[in-house]
């Protein structure tokens, strides 16, 4: 089934560890983005990328990384985790700007 | 820069009454803007989108929204909910990126 892929479902990490969020699409979207969800504070933008090869900063992109070696693959990267990168994290894809964005199922994170 | 203000955080209303949620945004380019909605436990869904063309722009399940350029709004509305309808709703607004707004909570009671 095509889609975007996230892994791990679900993840306690212990504070001042690295952490590496995966996404996968098949879908061969251009567009690539990275949120988190916090109660409040509906869907915040992390990073993005319009295409394999260039990255750009969302809404709070501090203590977070990413990449796009090709178009199928973002990981997101925290290099040191902090309790307040507590949240659930979504990966979404679209074919372009004006595009419907389809979302992952997901990675719930809690950092302690 | 871009960014969306979703008016209400919070609109209970009752069974078959109209329901209208408020959707401010900036931003220095041309935008598209969408309407998402999340049922509870449940990933978020497209409701309507506006590209150009006609401001008024329908949807699914009944919803509309409206784009006015002078006010850089895009109220959502639906003339009667269903007990259904309970979910978050999320406006957003894409230029180079997709941002979203703090999202709606709406209550239909019955």
């Known amino acids: 089934i095509a889609g975007i892929t996230q892994a791990p479902t679900s993840q306690i990490l212990a504070a001042g560890r690295r952490m590496t969020l995966r996404c996968t699409q098949d879908m061969r979207h251009n567009a690539m983005y990275w949120y988190r969800q916090d109660l409040g504070l509906g869907l915040r933008l992390i990073h993005y990328?319009?295409?394999?090869?260039?990255?750009g900063k969302g809404e709070v992109p501090d203590g977070y990384s990413v990449s796009r070696a090709n178009t199928d693959d973002f990981p997101l990267t925290l290099a040191s985790a902090v309790p307040s990168q507590t949240s659930v994290y979504f990966c979404?894809?679209?074919?372009?700007?004006?595009?419907?964005?389809?979302f992952g199922s997901g990675t719930q994170l809690s950092v302690l | 820069a871009q960014s969306v203000t979703q008016l209400d955080s919070q609109v209970p209303v009752f069974e078959e009454a109209p329901v209208e949620l408020r959707c401010n945004y900036s931003?220095?380019?041309?935008?598209?803007l969408f309407w998402y909605v999340q049922y509870p436990n449940q990933g978020l869904q497209l409701l309507l989108k506006?590209?150009?063309?006609?401001?008024l722009v329908k949807g699914i399940n009944g919803f509309e929204a409206e784009f006015n350029k002078s006010q850089t709004s895009f109220h959502l509305r639906k003339p009667s909910v269903h007990i259904s309808d309970t979910a978050e709703y999320f406006c957003a607004v894409s230029s180079y990126k997709l941002s979203f707004g703090a999202g709606t909570t709406v209550t239909v009671r019955a």
């Open positions: 990328s319009n295409t394999a090869g260039t990255t």
């Open positions: 979404a894809s679209s074919e372009g700007p004006g595009e419907k964005l389809f």
């Open positions: 931003s220095s380019v041309s935008v598209y």
């Open positions: 506006y590209l150009s063309g006609s401001t």
